[in-house]
């Protein structure tokens, strides 16, 4: 088996900012389904993005650069360590 990520599935728009959008919905999607911390694995430039996700709904993000293109980052419910 190859180390790293496999594509699971291959969307037919391949753009980033559909990726982007992809990536986003579906940790806003946990944010508000979930109330236990959980941890993701994020582009690099999303950073910022999820960052104002996490503010808006209420969650505490803590970053791990893996690599310069990615982050893992591990959200708790704010005040919840």
């Known amino acids: 088996m190859a180390e790293g990520h496999e594509l699971v599935l ?3 728009d391949q ?3 559909f990726a982007h959008g992809f990536t986003c919905g579906r940790i806003w999607h946990q ?3 979930r109330s236990a ?3 993701e694995t994020i582009l690099t430039e999303l950073r910022e993005d999820v960052i104002a996700m ?5 969650w505490v993000e803590e970053f791990i650069e893996l ?3 990615w982050l893992r980052v591990t959200f708790m419910r ?3 360590s």
């Open 10 to 12: 291959a969307f037919r």
């Open 15 to 17: 753009s980033p900012s």
């Open 31 to 33: 944010m508000r389904e």
């Open 37 to 39: 911390p959980f941890s």
């Open 54 to 58: 996490a503010t808006a709904a209420g």
């Open 67 to 69: 690599s310069p293109e």
């Open 78 to 80: 704010d005040g919840h």
